[in-house]
Nanobody, 125 residues
Framework: VQLQASGGGLVQAGGSLRLSCAAS????????LGWFRQAPGKEREFVAGISWNGGVTDYADSVKGRFTISRDNARNTMYLQMDSLKPEDTSVYYC???????????????????WGQGTLVTVSS
């Protein structure tokens, strides 16, 4: 599976962005997926995850109620709708996938086999 994240940019606090993660490969539709982020000088952290069929989602406490993860297996694409953005959301956002097999949400980086290249989100105050 090859992943390509897009949709990042500069937005004011309180604004919204939608990230996309386009995938190629036969295992996408059976893969658990996740979004992670990494700010300068900090470790990569979990943001949101979604199971292979979209039936189970999980979120970091810091984004619950503001971010929504979804997927469209017919389009081989995952999304992250980010609302009420805060300056502390500023990071490079990465999408990740496990190896398939009807996986649960990817909520730990060690479970990810595939990574996208990252897209920068900057939230100004």
């Amino acid at each position: 599976v090859q992943l390509q994240a897009s949709g990042g940019g500069l937005v004011q606090a309180g604004g919204s962005l939608r990230l996309s993660c386009a995938a190629s490969g036969r295992t996408f539709s059976s893969s658990g997926l996740g979004w992670f982020r990494q700010a300068p000088g900090k470790e990569r952290e979990f943001v949101a995850g979604i199971s292979w069929n979209g039936g189970v989602t999980d979120y970091a406490d810091s984004v619950k109620g503001r971010f929504t993860i979804s997927r469209d297996n017919a389009r081989n694409t995952m999304y992250l709708q980010m609302d009420s953005l805060k300056p502390e959301d500023t990071s490079v956002y990465y999408c990740a996938a496990d190896g398939g097999g009807e996986g649960p949400p990817v909520i730990a980086a060690v479970r990810a086999l595939y990574w996208g290249q990252g897209t920068l989100v900057t939230v100004s105050s």
